[in-house]
């Protein structure tokens, strides 16, 4: 059996109520908006994975969790994504560069990378930023709408949460838009 797999971050209910109350700011904006149980921060995506390679990912989610600290995340800005594209293709949450963060991210990148059998395939080379997708904007709409009617969406936010678990968490694809399942929840080492 194929699992549909990533590696994220969950946001606290409180961080997920906020986020989500966004997308009424803008309600002429041509965005298919992201469900409020699915807001998350992607650390890897894996795509279609078999058991076999699902039971290595878990196992090295797990190492890479117990060796890395606690941390919190601060968020500080609404705006299209990503930087710089035109058309932009998503409405999110973007925070603060953090250390730990960063750490983590390639930490997993590495040991997945190393590892035999994790199915995991490097496909971008693009430094990893830290996001929150609240809405994927549909290009053809966009489009139709005149430049100088199109929202400016530059908003800045102060939210911050403390990161104590990474997840494996699989996706599949529903007629009513992606539905997320934890796997497995990976406790990060507690900061002493």
Known sequence: ?????????NLPEDIKKELSSFQFHWPELPCRWTKKENLHITLIFLGYLNDEELLEVLKITKEVASRNQS?????KKIIYGPPKKMPPRMVWAEGEKSEELGKLQQDLENSLLIA?????????????LLHITLGRIKTWEWRQIEPEERPEINEDIDLSFEVNSIEVMESQLKRGGSEYTILESCPLKEVV
Do not use: D, V
């Open 71 to 75: 941390f919190s995340i601060n968020l």
């Open 1 to 9: 059996m194929r699992h549909r797999i990533f590696i994220a971050i």
């Open 116 to 128: 035999q059998n994790s199915g995991f395939k490097k496909t971008e080379n693009r430094p990893y």
